[in-house]
């Protein structure tokens, strides 16, 4: 009873390490990795302390509550590129390809991805499409239409290695990238292909052309040994039949008519042999005259038909090559039409506002200056009459001094009239000096009534207004007014 209770708990506690351990035992498949947090584990290659540890293609032992084990799956996962880009020349393109890559077998690969993709792996294509397309946006961006299509390669391996920096960072690989396709939306590469096709397309009706001209010269030829063929059975048949015809005749007129058919003999001998040498001259003239004149006939006619079918392929080639160039000459001249036509209205936009501005300014100069010219005009008037009025007041209070003023502001004009008086002396004697000339200039001044006539008249030409054309008449001139001389006579001495 006892043994069987030891042997039952036994049983039970090895059937709990089992359990146990089938529990704590995790296996990684060989297209997974193990994800292992929960405690700081060192792993090769990676470095202390990163938090976690990764198993691939064997088994751990997990503590259950302790750790936590998730699964990263290294199958291969795959991307459609379907990236618009623009070449170096302008011209828009859809580029499609396809993009197979996984994550890398090394622990550094690993750990990179499980870091960015543990929860989000269905992210992976997406994240991908967007860097791919980026850098193949910026790499078709540096190359023309000609290069992609020539060197297709090219352009995979620049991508490829574009992205490389990137999808180590992320923890991937790129298994395999390839190019599907090229769409052109514009035709660019369509048209760029017309001239080779159009090449090939002329090519290929000159050798049918040739090779047709070659089939029906053989046929001609052997439709003519046919016919002479023919020819030559008809006569030996005719011939033939002739003979079996005389020998039946012979057999039937052998009795009565044995005799005639002995004298007939040597005739139809003779006219065998004339017809055997027309049958040879026959013979000759075909052989002569008559083939080689039909092989001349054949030969010019097929040279003929050929030369007539290359001048249609060289006209209709001239004519296709003149209507594009007429369209490409067409365009060009519209073109150049448009962009003259925009820079002569731009040149007659600006040279009227040009004008315009020119004329508004002028006229506003020419207005400041008429104003101006008015205003100055006017002071000018006012002053002037302003001093009349002064001058008038002044000769109504005090007309003496008024008077002195003006004769000391002519004195100059009076004594040059004054000397005026010795300009006809030739010879004076002056007895006592300086006086002597002082009376005798200031007789010359005062005699007869001179001095005081002066003094009158330049009184009278300041209180009233001088006549035009008298002596005293004053004249404005440049805005200042001037006095005529007054001729004062003077007695000879």
Known sequence: MAIGVVAGIVLAAILALIGLFKLMWRVAEPNEALVISGSTHRTEGIGEGMGFRIVTGRGTLVVPGVQAVRK????????????????????????KGVVIFKIGDD????????????????????RVHIVFAGHLRSIVGGLTVEDMIRDREKLTGQTRAACGTEMEKLGLIVDSLQIHEIEDPTGYIKNLAMPHAAAVQR?????????????TEAEQTAFARMAEATRDSEILQAGYQAERDKAAATARQAGPLSEAAARQEVVVQETRVAELE???????????????ADAAAYETRTRAEAERDARISAAQAKAKETELAAAAEATRVTTAATA?????????????????ATGEAEAAATQAKGLAVAASAKAKGLAEADAI?????ALAENQEAVVAQQLAENWPAIVEAGAGAFGNVEHMVLLNGAEGMSEMFAKALTMGGTGLGLARQLLASMSQPAAPGSAADTTPVNGKTASASHQIPIADA
């Open 340 to 356: 003259d036509a925009a820079a002569t209205e731009a040149r007659g936009l600006a040279a009227a506002k040009a004008t315009r």
């Open 203 to 215: 090519d290929a009706r000159i050798a049918q052309a040739e090779a047709n001209r070659l089939a």
């Open 278 to 292: 027309a049958h040879r001259r026959e013979q000759q003239l075909q052989a002569d005259v008559r083939k080689p």
């Open 72 to 95: 990263l799956s290294l199958d291969l996962n795959e991307t459609q590129l379907n990236v618009d880009c623009v070449t170096h020349q302008g011209i828009p393109l859809r580029v």
């Open 107 to 126: 622990l550094v690969s690993i750990a990179n991805a499980a870091r960015r993709f543990l929860d989000q792996q269905k992210m992976m294509p997406e």
């Open 389 to 393: 009025k002064a001058r008038a007041a």
